[in-house]
T-cell receptor, first 114, second 115 residues
Framework: NAGVTQTPKFQVLKTGQSMTLQCAQDMNHEYMSWYRQDPGMGLRLIHYSVGAGITDQGEVPNGYNVSRSTTEDFPLRLLSAAPSQTSVYFC?????????????FGPGTRLTVL | GENVEQHPSTLSVQEGDSAVIKCTYSDSASNYFPWYKQELGKGPQLIIDIRSNVGEKKDQRIAVTLNKTAKHFSLHITETQPEDSAVYFCAASIIKDFGNEKLTFGTGTRLTIIP
């Protein structure tokens, strides 16, 4: 199993550009999430999904869109990038099981918006 | 919503000594408390977790304690080694009917083990 994979690893954007951060998992996990990590602020939840076709907002959803058309993929879209979105982005997945609640994280995407 | 506070933000410990990191949470409904270790350039990795029906859990040199009344939980690392140097995050979650949908994280503790 590759676990949770994210692409790209690094990205530089100009203000106003759009892009999609890719996330995929091969563990057949129902739950998937996107977090951003900023210095001194830990990880904050952007959006999450409890299954294909179902998404919901987290703590900091503004400026981001998500969709979940398959169990495996959960892309994060920035429609018009802003410098405040400079951050490290992590995707995570969890099995829909009461007895096993570990969230598995991908390696992250470091995004810089100029 | 849930708020998780974590202290200290940095911690330096002599190799072989113990390290303790503390977290408090605000939502009394939270019932799942994991601890994650993040090494440089990598994603967080679960090292230990505890549910609200348990007061303490131990895994070799790592232990977690939970005080539901006071709404705080702590990570204890004994006999620290250089490879324990990393950033540690606590988190809290409300486990619903079918599992863990989302986590609220603390702000992290940078632990440095001094050889």
């Amino acid at each position: 199993n590759a676990g949770v994979t994210q692409t790209p690893k690094f990205q530089v954007l100009k203000t106003g550009q759009s892009m999609t951060l890719q996330c995929a998992q091969d563990m057949n996990h129902e739950y998937m999430s996107w977090y951003r990590q900023d210095p001194g602020m830990g990880l904050r939840l952007i959006h999450y999904s409890v299954g294909a076709g179902i998404t919901d907002q987290g703590e900091v959803p503004n400026g981001y869109n998500v969709s979940r058309s398959t169990t495996e993929d959960f892309p994060l879209r920035l429609l018009s990038a802003a410098p405040s979105q400079t951050s490290v982005y992590f995707c995570a997945s969890t099995a829909r099981r009461l007895a096993d609640n570990e969230q598995f994280f991908g390696p992250g995407t470091r995004l810089t918006v100029l | 919503g849930e708020n998780v506070e974590q202290h200290p933000s940095t911690l330096s410990v002599q190799e072989g000594d113990s390290a303790v990191i503390k977290c408090t949470y605000s939502d009394s409904a939270s019932n799942y408390f994991p601890w994650y270790k993040q090494e440089l350039g990598k994603g967080p990795q679960l090292i230990i977790d505890i549910r609200s029906n348990v007061g303490e859990k131990k895994d070799q040199r790592i232990a977690v304690t939970l005080n539901k009344t006071a709404k705080h939980f702590s990570l204890h690392i004994t006999e620290t080694q250089p490879e324990d140097s990393a950033v540690y995050f606590c988190a809290a979650s409300i486990i619903k009917d079918f599992g863990n949908e989302k986590l609220t994280f603390g702000t992290g503790t940078r632990l440095t083990i001094i050889p």
